[in-house]
């Protein structure tokens, strides 16, 4: 049976305000194992300065860079995008 993921990560619909810092990414840890067993579970990741949220589809609405660094993020990215713009996720 898939793995259900949990409800706190999980997000409906969410609009993340402009003016903070939001990182995102996609966990290849999640991808692999949606395709290895069938499971539907959110892949993309935003960082926040509240916690990460999991999502299917995020989009940005402004300004964003894609930026790759040597000193990984806590969840251990080194690809992601970095926006304060309005983020809608889904």
């Not at 259900?4 to 993340?16: C, D, E, N, T, Y």
Request: with cysteine; aromatic share 4%.
């Amino acid at each position: 049976m898939p793995e259900q993921p949990s409800q706190s990560l999980l997000v409906a619909f969410q609009r993340l305000s402009e003016g903070y810092i939001k990182r995102l990414h996609v966990d290849k840890h999640v991808v692999h194992k949606n395709r290895k067993t069938g499971s539907k579970n959110p892949p993309i990741t935003i960082q926040t300065s509240a916690g990460p949220l999991k999502c299917m589809k995020a989009e940005i609405h402004g300004p964003s860079a894609l930026e790759y660094s040597d000193k990984p993020l806590s969840c251990g990215a080194r690809v992601y995008i970095t926006t304060t713009a309005e983020v809608t996720m889904e």
